[in-house]
């Protein structure tokens, strides 16, 4: 069976061990910042699915059947996992350039499928929607594991998790308040349009960027790898 070597310091006293550990490494920091906006769009945009998603459904069938409701849960979740598998073999930059554009693309059509209260159209865009969550996600927890030394990988990793789960809970608790004053579907417009700015600014920045790297960086070659030039034309 194979294993993964376990490269971690060895540090007496366990206690200490269980203190989290929270930080960001200084060759991350500036990707960190570009990121960041993408890692709120996408778990913001999760925690509108998961907490208002099923009522707006509902609103739109006009009905109280729950199973209806976590449908649109599904769909979301289910186009997160088929996305995150699709591209799995892209270039991280790529990936969440791809997965904002698409996450971008599903916001505006859940909005629009409101508008026109159509059922249909907001589980068609839970699942658009999710086909660009777990790239966006997925390509940014990517692009920051290898920047850090393997003794400071847990603490950007937790980082990233921090940022995510606050974007995810305190964002949905702002929107569950801002309902009592504005109503169900105000406030989901606003929620969506916020969202999609965010996301909207991290594709600009991670193509920008990517295109830097693509002009600054030569393709380097794997050792032992063969290179086969084709002949000369005379």
């Known amino acids: ?97 791809i997965g904002s554009v698409v996450l971008t693309l599903g916001v505006g059509v859940s909005l629009l499928a409101i508008m026109m209260a159509s059922a249909a159209g907001s589980y068609a865009a839970a699942a658009l929607t999710g086909l660009g969550f777990g790239p966006a996600f997925s390509g940014s927890f990517r692009s920051f594991a290898p920047l850090a030394p393997p003794d400071k990988r847990s603490s950007l990793l937790s980082s990233v998790f921090v940022v995510s789960y606050l974007a995810f809970g305190v964002v949905v608790l702002v929107a569950g308040v801002a309902i009592t004053s504005y109503g169900l579907f105000d406030t989901t417009y606003g929620y969506g349009l916020v969202v999609m700015a965010f996301a909207a600014l991290t594709t600009i920045e991670a193509y920008r960027s990517h295109g830097r790297t693509r002009t600054a960086v030569q393709p380097s070659r794997e050792p032992n790898q063969v290179v086969l030039i084709p002949p000369l034309k005379s």
């Open 1 to 97: 069976m194979p294993t993964v070597p376990d490269v971690s310091v060895r540090t007496p006293g366990w206690l200490g061990s269980l203190r989290p550990r929270v930080g960001i490494p200084p060759g991350a920091r500036s990707l960190f910042a570009q990121l960041t906006p993408s890692l709120i769009a996408a778990w913001a945009m999760s925690g509108l699915y998961l907490s208002l998603g099923p009522s707006l459904v509902l609103s739109l069938l006009h009905s109280s059947n729950h199973f209806a409701g976590g449908l649109v849960i599904v769909a979301f979740a289910g186009g997160a996992a088929i996305g995150s598998l699709l591209v799995r073999a892209l270039d991280t930059r790529l990936t969440v350039i």
